[in-house]
């Protein structure tokens, strides 16, 4: 390990390979750390039954390096987690970025010294470095949080949480079986698990609207296929809102008939992955009446998948349009409540008491498991960096800079943390992106950035608090109009955070290109926003 570095970067995934791979490029000395064993960030961490890619693999890949493009084939068109957790070894191996990275290593402060404008970061278990500029990729949900339920110590059976996996298998065999939590990973997990096990139930407080994946095998046509259209595909990507390979229809839905639209949704749902959601009609984040006409072609399929009427009515969400949340992607999930052994309990008219020495006590029930699986979120966006004591000038802490909600300058610097970046923090569009697609934009415009910081010989960067401010009110004000603003309880304005939300929105809600066109026309002005020190 080097304890005197030009850079520091905390976390070893998608974000953390790809920052150490651009700063060597500069030419600067790195050092990385990471809380687990390996690299891999998200797809260390979650190895739990049925994890895979909601984006195609082919778009989720690195486009950085056309050896790598080519080197590699994906087995499937929204890979499993073991498959993808094999592609972030290999890049790691590849570009010689381990050596760099000290594993086993949490973050515990980052704390940056006034006189001699560096940074020192500390982890829990005592190893120090010195780095002028800190790089956090510490992702946008990866501090998993457990539910606030009285007892969860008690339990006596085994007990899992979705994002803290254990490496062994576990044996669901004729096992009585909890999911509490109803987001995209229970999805994942009850659908894989439900055919071993003895008895399973769901505990939904929220159901959710989820759409097929659709997922196959590549063949070794398709294979090849992919790697002659790799660029086109890349490009594609960059043209996009969400930078998926889905684009939306130019059309309002309101230019068309209500059979061409239906037989639009039913076009869009056999495609599978997110075509439903970021392939339609342009007005389907703003159109009441068109999420209310899609919500119910997707509860009419739940009522003809599921049949006891009770169960799907259950299944079919009450509280929420279409397209307002981040649909799961599911195969056979909804089939699964037809085995007998399968049920769903309605958190919202029987809500958890407690979790007992032997299971699971509600409202009016209790029920023994041998096995409770926690999948009960994170805090989003904000979670990691809050947890790491960061400290900026003059020993500001960020938990009190960002005590009325997160503040930042085009969602990569904080005013008053000079050298200190983001690289997928709050307010940019990381959560309606493909996520390696904003992971290369956001770190090549911050490479940019530290390029400008030493050609042009400034110690550091920081952004002001005049763009700071503004910058927050843009992404505030860029989900007015939509539907998801009418949806405040949800994570994406931070209202599931354990450790508290303000109710304010986390994101950019602009296209990923609108965002693109920002950050190059902030550089194009030699950076407007930040302030810099010589």
């Known amino acids: 390990m080097q304890d005197n570095v030009d850079v520091i970067i905390i976390g070893a995934g998608i974000s953390g390979l790809y920052a150490q791979y651009r700063m060597r490029e500069l030419g600067l000395s790195v050092q990385g750390f990471e809380a687990g064993t390996d690299v891999g960030g998200t797809w260390y961490w979650n190895r739990y039954p049925g994890a895979r890619f909601d984006s195609e693999s082919y778009s989720y890949q690195f486009s950085f390096s056309k050896e790598l493009v080519q080197e590699w084939a994906w087995s499937e068109k929204f890979a499993g987690q073991p498959e993808i957790e094999r592609y972030v070894n290999f890049v790691a191996d590849k570009f010689d970025l381990k050596r760099a990275i000290e594993f086993n290593a949490r973050v515990e402060s980052v704390v940056f010294d006034d006189a001699s404008r560096t940074w020192t970061v500390e982890t829990q278990n005592g190893k120090k470095a010195h780095a002028r500029f800190v790089l956090c990729a510490t992702g946008l949900l990866s501090a998993f949080q457990m539910p606030p339920y009285p007892g969860t110590e008690n339990f006596k059976g085994q007990s899992l949480h979705s994002a803290r996996w254990p490496k062994e298998p576990i044996d669901f065999t004729g096992k009585k079986v909890a999911i509490i939590g109803s987001g995209p990973t229970a999805v994942q997990i009850l659908q894989t698990i439900a055919p071993e096990v003895g008895e399973l139930k769901l505990f939904q407080r929220t159901a959710n609207w989820c759409t097929p994946l659709r997922n196959q095998p590549m063949t070794a046509a398709e294979q090849e296929e992919m790697k002659v259209k790799a660029d086109e595909i890349f490009e594609l990507c960059k043209r996009t809102a969400a930078a998926f390979i889905h684009d939306m229809d130019m059309r309002a839905s309101t230019e068309v008939s209500k059979a061409e639209r239906l037989a639009k949704y039913q076009e869009l ?136 909600g997160p503040k930042t300058n085009l969602g990569v610097q904080f005013a008053g943390f000079p050298n200190l970046f983001a690289i997928m923090g709050p307010h940019n569009p990381g959560t309606f992106c493909n996520i390696t697609r904003c992971v290369e934009s956001n770190t090549d415009w911050i490479t940019g950035c530290i390029r400008y910081v030493l050609e042009h010989g400034y110690k550091t960067i920081q952004a002001t608090p005049e763009a700071e401010a503004a910058w927050t009110e843009k992404c505030h004000q860029s989900v007015k109009g939509m539907l998801i603003d009418e949806m405040r309880d949800s994570w994406f304005f931070g209202n599931n955070n354990r450790d508290g939300g303000v109710g304010q929105y986390l994101m950019y809600a602009g296209s990923v290109p609108s965002y693109r066109a920002l950050f190059n026309e902030v550089a194009a002005k030699g950076y407007e926003g930040f302030e810099f020190r010589a």
């Open 269 to 404: 749902y056999e495609r599978g992955g997110f075509a439903l959601w970021l392939g339609n009609f342009n007005d389907v984040f703003t159109n009441r009446a068109m999420a209310d006409e899609i919500s119910e072609f997707l509860a009419a399929k739940i009522r003809q998948r599921v049949k006891d009427p009770v169960k799907a009515e259950k299944l079919i969400p009450k509280n929420h349009p279409y397209g307002t949340k981040r649909p799961p992607g599911e195969k056979n999930y909804y089939e699964a409540f037809n085995q007998d052994n399968v049920d769903v309990v309605d958190l919202r008219a029987t809500p958890i008491v407690k979790i007992t020495d032997s299971g699971v006590e509600t409202s009016d029930a209790k029920y023994d498991f041998d096995i409770i699986i926690y999948c009960t979120g994170f805090q989003s966006l904000t979670g990691e960096l809050m947890r790491i004591d960061i400290r900026g000038e003059n020993g500001v802490a960020l938990k009190d800079h960002w005590a009325q």
